[in-house]
């Protein structure tokens, strides 16, 4: 009589096998975030100059913009520390979530290697430009300092705690985009127009909460990043505290959106690669 063998059970993963793929994987993103930042800067001539430049156009812009309709300053903070804690902090979430949707369409042949897989691609993208804009919104405050603006921030902590959140949810919202992008092409387009100029104009970049009536004020708080940017002010500035940005509501946001872009990119990933 044969006897029936068994299927061998799977070799089980020992913390050496993890500790070597984490090290794998950590050098992988880190490569590719050197490949991206030679490819995105290293042929421009103001290479990283033009990532302090662009963000200090746009505040010298609505700084002249604001200052030519009305000669007082909101909740008594200094114009230009407002308007630059209102535009790098959302350019750092929209530039995240932007930079990250194309990130499998454009990395289509490094698929070839098996060590690069579609996550690492997003995230190497979804990194960079949080630490670049990081960069950038620190050299920014240190150059208006020294321009004569003075800079005087309450709680470092909370104003970095916010600024992580806005890249958490930037991130959150990239893997999604990077995911379907390359199943639906139209989706670029529908995300900007939809998560673009209407987000960009109902934030609180160029006003506060308490600023707004109370009718239009109880529907721009269901958006998250006006938490994110009343904290955000709260925390940087002496003169202001605001009554409306809620921790809670903004964290739980953020943790979620980036878990369902996560959950989303592991559902469609395979489809994604066919479907370039």
Not at 28 to 34: R, S, T, W
Not at 134 to 158: D, K, Q, S, T, Y
Request: aromatic content about 10%; glycine content about 8%.
């Amino acid at each position: 009589m044969q006897t029936v063998e068994s299927p061998s059970a799977p070799p089980k993963l020992t913390l050496d096998d993890i500790r070597s793929g984490l090290t794998t994987q950590s050098r992988v993103i880190y490569a590719l975030m050197l490949r991206e930042t030679k490819t995105r800067y290293g042929e421009h001539k103001l290479g990283f100059l033009w990532a302090i430049i662009e963000p200090l156009i746009m505040v010298a812009i609505f700084v002249g913009i604001f200052s030519s309709i009305r000669s007082d300053s909101p909740g008594g903070m200094p114009l230009v520390p407002f308007m630059l804690s209102g535009i790098v902090p959302f350019t750092l979430f929209r530039d995240t979530m932007a930079q990250m949707q194309g990130a499998i369409a454009l990395n289509r042949m490094l698929f070839a290697f098996p060590q690069v897989t579609t996550f690492d691609v997003i995230i190497a993208r979804g990194l960079l430009e949080i630490l670049l804009l990081g960069g950038v919104f620190m050299l920014l405050l240190v150059g208006i300092h020294i321009a004569g603006w003075p800079v005087n921030i309450e709680r470092p902590l909370e104003v970095l705690a916010a600024c992580l959140l806005l890249g958490m949810m930037g991130m959150g919202l990239g893997f999604v985009f990077a995911s379907i992008s390359p199943i639906m092409p139209s989706m670029r387009q529908i995300s900007s127009a939809v998560l673009g100029r209407p987000l960009f104009l109902g934030s609180g970049i160029f006003f506060i909460a308490e600023s707004v009536p109370a009718p239009v004020r109880e529907y721009l708080l269901y958006n998250p990043l006006m938490h994110i940017l009343e904290l955000l002010r709260s925390a940087f500035f002496y003169e202001f505290e605001s009554a409306y940005g809620d921790w809670t509501y903004a964290t739980t946001w953020s943790i979620c959106v980036l878990a369902f872009g996560l959950l989303t990119h592991q559902a469609v990933k395979r489809r994604a690669i066919i479907g370039l």
